[in-house]
């Protein structure tokens, strides 16, 4: 079996309808992808990724940097260093809950959007509506162990190693994580490209992220 893509959240809630536009851009522009659209049902997105060897789950999360900033972590001992509610419980529960129940991938890449908007109405705000694409290409990089995925989407990704606290390049990401490494991943929008996107979480705590 092949990974698959789990969108999930609510498209009647604004931004949270993010993990439904992806999984359609997906369809569309990658039919060889493997994704679908869970909902705001945590037991739904666990099933999908049952006996896959890898699973990618993309939602509006939240991350202490502007909206519209694309978010990429791993799942690491059943917790995420970014929060993706489903309902009652986040995904790091669901998993840590049913993880004797399902056959869960040893790799679960969470790839996220921070919202600009999470209110009753229908369709994504103008700030992350057009990072959808963006998104969607870091889902299916992470599906096809191709960060860079024949695209110059990456070339403004900054990733960070947070147990060597320092910037990494895309092509030792793996590497840092099959060491045990904790790896975070962030896309810009053009518009954001001149801040430092670990700016905000370093003022937040008074130190590096």
Excluded: K
């Excluded at 893509?5 to 992806?22: E, I, K, W």
């Excluded at 999984?23 to 679908?36: F, N, Q």
């Excluded at 995925?149 to 403004?156: E, H, L, N, P």
Aim: glycine share 10%; charged share 25%.
């Amino acid at each position: 079996m092949t990974g698959v893509a789990v969108g999930v959240g609510n498209p009647t809630m604004g931004d949270d309808g993010l993990g439904r536009a992806v999984v359609r851009a997906l369809a569309e522009r990658r039919p060889g992808l493997d994704a679908t659209f869970a909902g705001t049902t945590a037991m739904l997105a666990l099933e999908a990724m049952d006996g896959r060897p890898r699973g990618v789950v993309v939602d509006a999360v939240d991350a202490d940097c502007p909206p519209g900033t694309v978010v990429r972590t791993r799942l690491e001992d059943g917790e995420a260093p970014t929060e993706v509610a489903m309902h009652d419980f986040t995904f790091a529960e669901a998993v840590r809950t049913c993880s004797g129940v399902y056959d869960l991938p040893p790799r679960v890449v969470v790839v996220g959007v921070v919202p600009a908007t999470v209110e009753p109405t229908v369709g994504l705000s103008p700030t992350v509506a057009p990072v959808v694409p963006d998104a969607a290409a870091v889902a299916a990089a992470e599906l096809t162990d191709n960060r860079h995925d024949g695209t110059d989407r990456f070339m403004d990704a900054t990733w960070y190693c947070v147990d060597c606290e320092a910037e990494i390049d895309a092509d030792a990401v793996d590497d840092h994580e099959l060491d045990g490494h904790s790896v975070r991943g962030r896309l810009r929008p053009e518009r954001l490209l001149s801040q430092d996107p670990w700016q905000g979480e370093a003022s937040a705590d008074g130190g590096e992220p």
